[in-house]
């Protein structure tokens, strides 16, 4: 029923910017709550930043708050995460997931719909 596809990751450099993409298929992609989640090596499933049904509300976690920008566009089913000012600790496999639009939006057991993941690498 629905499908999630993100991409845009790639090796950069400390203090670069890459922007993250996520596509998603199938039906009433605009109630959904779109969320980004990594994860390194060794380590849980992360949140990372989440944008409610309308795109009025946006959730950050600290580490990123200032650094990165969520947004999304409901017309054409696109998600987008900006990352600015990069650093050698987001490096992980960055996940794009869809949720109901409700619940606090930061856990991973509030999506239901998960893409495959794709690689940011920053080196120093």
């Known amino acids: 029923q629905v499908q999630v596809v993100e991409s845009g990751g790639g090796l950069v450099q400390a203090g670069d910017s890459l922007s993250l993409s996520c596509t998603v298929s199938g039906r009433s992609f605009s109630s959904y709550t779109m969320g980004w989640f990594r994860q390194a090596p060794g380590t849980e499933r992360e949140f990372v930043a989440a944008?409610?049904?309308?795109?009025?509300?946006?959730f950050y976690t600290d580490s990123v708050k200032g650094r990165f920008y969520i947004s999304r566009n409901n017309a054409k089913n696109t998600v987008s995460l900006q990352m600015n000012s990069l650093k050698v600790e987001d490096t992980a496999v960055y996940y794009c997931?869809?949720?109901?639009?409700?619940?606090?939006?930061?856990?991973?057991?509030?999506?239901?719909?998960w893409g495959q993941g794709t690689q940011v690498t920053v080196s120093s």
């Open positions: 997931a869809a949720g109901p639009n409700s619940g606090s939006r930061t856990h991973v057991t509030d999506y239901n719909y």
């Open positions: 944008i409610s049904w309308g795109g009025y509300n946006t």
